[in-house]
């Protein structure tokens, strides 16, 4: 293998950079050619790189975000698309593939793969932490910490003000994010999509806090909650408690920005790393993992098809401490 190509696809993440930066740099030190494609898949199709060196990444480890750029192509969910991307890599004289991104990325590429014999390896680059086969995936952490930052700041005008604050995190599909958001900033609720929400079991332990004359308080809602969101709790909580001054504040995109932290620089180098060593060593359609303090291999196919799952202590914990 002489030449392989690199891009970040789905939703930007904390850390992206980094681990574009550990791709270039294995590359240059075991004597292989990289290119860069902005804007994901998109790129590709549109012939749109970069050739990288070791200097091109220099300065970026600890940027947010992904330098390269990032966007959903629907022409590349075409057979047609894909053939014509294909076409281009070899064109390029690309040989192998990293794709940084999430299940639908990593979908792109096993297709690829598959249909045009282009070998393929992923890094896990998503915040909401759902992909099978490894203990964390690139941005996640950063975003907790991102999270349990603002609610710390919200907490202190919860405080002031003898006010509840429901507080909307991302995770539209996992409950990641908002359960040790909650389980770090003392939250007094926590809500996921992973488990139904028993809006009467809040109130209830709402109520008992509103009649000892505690009217500070804060509740996180995982976006994809089954509830309908922050703001449909907060209403109905609200007809329960028309004397509680109750606010929403939704995150959002905010958790997706600012400089990666250290672990996940560190850990966005170690899947860099071992993905190019990966596709050297013969490998193919596989996404590099952290299980314990170890670098896996897990097959797009197992990554995709399966979703982690959101640990039964921590359910436990939550509620023991809320």
Known sequence: MKHIGVLTSGGDAPGMNACVRAIVRTADRLGLQCTGFYRGYDGVLQNEFISLTRYDVRNIIHRGGTFLQTARSDEFRSPEGRAKAAANLRALGIEGLVVVGGDGSFTGAKLLSEEHGIRVMGCPGTIDNDLFGTDYTIGYQTAVDTAVEAVDK?????????????????????????????????????????????????????????????????????????????????????????????????????????????????????????????????????????????????????????????????????????
């Open 154 to 322: 919200i907490r202190d005008t919860a405080v002031s003000h003898n006010r509840l604050f429901f507080v909307e995190v991302m995770g539209r599909d996992a409950g990641f994010i908002a359960l040790r958001t909650g389980i770090a900033s003392g939250a007094e609720g926590v809500l996921i999509p992973e488990t139904t929400t028993d809006i009467d079991r809040l109130i209830n332990y709402l109520r008992t806090d509103h009649q000892k004359k505690r009217r500070s308080g804060i509740v996180i809602v995982a976006e994809g909650d089954d509830s309908g969101g922050a703001y449909a709790v907060a209403k109905q909580v609200q007809a329960e408690f028309p004397d509680w001054d109750t606010k929403v504040t939704i995150l959002g995109h905010t958790q997706r920005g600012g400089k990666p932290n250290a672990f996940d620089r560190i850990l966005a180098s170690r899947m860099g790393h071992a993905a190019v060593n990966a596709l050297v060593e013969g490998r193919n359609c596989e996404m590099v993992g952290v299980q314990g303090h170890e670098v896996v291999y897990v097959p797009l196919e197992q990554a995709i098809k399966h979703h982690a799952g959101i640990s039964p202590y921590l359910l436990e914990l939550v509620d023991a401490l809320s």
